[in-house]
């Protein structure tokens, strides 16, 4: 029994167009002591699915799904209060935007003692060596220092060491990071990276990896699922994917990272991620691909695992189209 | 700490000289003499408007009488009631507890009724109950105190008969006031049914007095709870597994409190003006009436005394705000 398992999970926000699917049957399961990376442009559904998991979405939310079991628990069965001794504890989640993410009103010693209050029933004395503890596993100097400091005085490297600290207080079995390292600076994004994945090893725990950054995938990621639209469209082992990526959303990221570009020109994906009102028929991305035919158009579907699942009607095998000529002979036998 | 409060001690004083400005020059502005209006009905020779002109120092030039006037004002002499030829100061404070009195009462409504009515209309935002709130913080805040004041006297002292018309207490009770406080001094005098008495007395003009800063305090709370429940950090508090309680109480309310407090500072200017009011609706003998008392008296000193003194209290209040909102955002006290 894997930790996590999510099956047809789809969130859709009511807005004043009618509804509007922000992820569309996503499944995906995480096992304890695996990084998990979940990679796609903004819009790809990534956040609002680990949002839709922790229960942190907005009542504007509708929230679907088969299955979403942590530790073999469905989650959707427990009512809101069994499902907080979950959450913070058992699975915590980081953010984006670590400096807007810290209370500007409390101390970090506050915000950190409020874990372990509520979840392992400290006292006053063992919340604060706790505290002091966890900020020294994060790499966090003078720890003591600190604890009575507010968030507006820390850099924003600082507060994400925070804000990990704050989701490791009680030893959680899972943890999402949520683009952890966007907002900040390459020289930190680094050093961020490796405390998780250091940390990841240490306690054994499970860790979900979000991401746009194909580079960070790379170094980090096991496992890799990427989405599109919502929709997952391929996951593969992170070598594999790296090697030889099924799906042209895919191979299109890989294409586009600078490292791998050989053209003087950036290769990149024209177009722009489908939104409420111009969602194609069809496959979602086959605007965009540039295998796409008419078929594509019209339907997709979903290949089995010797092809990753990708969701594409013509899976790429060594970056060439597969099952391409037999449609087409398909199509001239029937014309 | 104590250097932000010193600066802004500071700042108070070129306020106080244009306050004293402002409160010497308007009552010089209004048209009427206050030495013929002294001697009533029985006139008198020019010799003895010029001695009493003189006598009052009003023979002299305008910027000297202003020197002559902040001159004893910095040593506390605020002047004698040309009428009752008592020190303004001592009229003022024998006043002033009613007053006060009045205001906290009025004061403690607005902010125990408005804080949690904005609160609760941001928590249920988009439903009946915050259009309910909303729309009667509307109707209260358009609602001028001339009218509303007669109106609860028609309701509840007219038809019910539930509340007395006016006064502070019953004639049927006379005891020593030591504090100025009729709630607490009819307590302390443990005569039978004097605190009833007294609060029947204050219920209305503290409702009256109450209705726009409470309509205001409010809509304030109501914008910034609804501003700072989508803020990252609020997701932090929930993601972390604390109960709604908590996230709305102490995570967001910490921080939708910093603009409130700016405006319930405000709220005290517009409860001095509306004391002016709601005191002569209820012949309420506080600063209010003694005010517009002496302004038909053309009672100079008391009015410019007054005046000067009630904006004193208003600076003093505003500072009060300003230590106080140090407290609440530490991003103020350490810059």
Not at chain 1, 293 to 299: E, F, K
Not at chain 2, 149 to 175: A, D, E, N, Q
Request: charged share 20%; with cysteine; hydrophobic share 45%.
């Amino acid at each position: 029994m894997a930790l996590l398992e999510i099956e047809n999970l789809s969130v859709s926000f009511q807005t004043s167009g009618g509804m509007f699917r922000a992820v569309h049957d996503i499944s995906l399961t995480c096992d304890q002591g695996e990084i998990l990376s979940i990679v796609g442009e903004s819009g790809s559904g990534k956040s609002v699915a680990m949002l839709a998991l922790m229960g942190l979405l907005p009542w504007t939310a509708s929230v679907e799904a088969k299955r979403l079991a942590f530790q073999g628990n469905d989650l959707r069965a427990m009512g809101p209060r069994a499902r907080r001794k979950v959450i913070g504890r058992e699975m915590a989640m980081i953010f984006q935007e670590p400096m807007s993410s810290l209370n500007p009103c409390f101390t970090v010693g506050f915000q950190l003692g409020e874990s372990l209050r509520k979840h392992l029933g400290l006292g006053r004395k063992e919340r604060r060596e706790k505290a002091i503890e966890l900020l020294k596993q994060v790499g966090i100097p003078a720890p003591e220092k600190r604890l009575n400091v507010f968030p507006h005085q820390l850099s924003g490297g600082m507060s994400q060491r925070v804000m990990i600290a704050m989701a490791l207080a009680c030893d959680p079995k899972l943890l999402i990071a949520d683009e952890p390292t966007t907002a900040l600076d390459v020289t930190i994004q680094a050093q961020i990276l490796e405390l998780l994945v250091d940390l990841q090893k240490k306690k054994d725990m499970a860790l979900i990896l979000i991401t746009h950054d194909m580079g960070v995938v790379a170094e980090t990621a096991e496992r890799v699922q990427v989405q599109y639209a919502g929709e997952k469209v391929e996951e593969q082992h992170v070598k594999d994917l790296f090697a030889d990526p099924h799906h042209p959303y895919t191979a299109a990221l890989l294409a586009a990272l600078p490292e791998r570009a050989t053209d003087k020109r950036l290769p990149a994906i024209p177009g722009v991620v489908p939104g409420q009102y111009d969602r194609p028929e069809g496959c979602l991305f086959s605007p965009r691909c540039r295998y796409a035919d008419d078929l594509c158009r019209r339907s997709v579907k979903r290949q089995g695992p010797e092809f990753g699942g990708a969701l594409c009607n013509y899976p790429l095998v060594n970056g060439r189209p597969t099952g391409k000529e037999e449609a087409n002979a398909m199509d001239d036998v029937t014309s | 700490m104590l250097q932000f409060i010193l600066r802004r001690i500071a700042v108070l004083v070129p306020t106080f000289i244009g306050v004293s400005l402002i409160a010497f020059s308007f009552i010089r502005l209004l048209p009427g003499d206050p030495v013929i209006l002294m001697a009533g009905e029985h006139g008198m020779t020019p010799a003895q408007h010029a001695a009493a002109m003189h006598a009052l120092g009003l023979d002299k030039s305008l910027p000297l009488q202003y020197l002559d006037y902040l001159g004893g004002v910095l040593t506390g002499d605020f002047g004698s009631s040309v009428v009752t030829k008592r020190p303004v100061i001592d009229e003022f404070f024998s006043r002033f507890p009613a007053t006060l009195e009045l205001s906290i009462c009025a004061m403690i409504l607005a902010v125990g009724i408005g804080i949690p009515a904005g609160m609760l209309a941001a928590i249920k935002r988009g439903s009946v109950l915050e259009q309910g709130i909303m729309g009667t913080a509307l109707i209260g805040y358009s609602m001028p105190i001339f009218w509303w004041g007669p109106l609860l006297i028609i309701l509840f002292s007219g038809i019910l008969g539930w509340t007395p018309v006016s006064g502070r207490i019953s004639l049927m009770y006379y005891f020593p006031t030591p504090t100025g406080f009729m709630l607490i001094d009819s307590l302390l005098s443990g005569q039978e049914g004097a605190f009833t008495s007294a609060l029947s007395h204050l219920v209305l003009p503290a409702i009256v007095l109450a209705t726009i800063p409470l309509a205001v305090i409010a809509r304030q709370t109501r914008s910034a709870m609804l501003e700072v429940l989508g803020e990252d950090y609020v997701r932090t508090a929930r993601a972390k597994g604390m109960p709604p309680r908590r996230v709305v109480g102490i995570h967001a309310l910490r921080n939708a409190m910093i603009p409130v407090v700016t405006t319930i500072g405000l709220q005290v200017g517009v409860l001095m003006a509306g004391a002016i009011l709601t005191e002569t609706i209820f012949s309420w003998p506080g600063i209010g009436k003694w005010m517009v008392d002496s302004v038909f008296r053309r009672d100079y000193p008391v009015i410019q005394g007054g005046l000067l003194i009630i904006a004193i209290i208003i600076m003093l209040v505003n500072l009060a705000v300003d230590v106080l909102y140090g407290f609440i955002n530490p991003r103020i006290r350490h810059t």
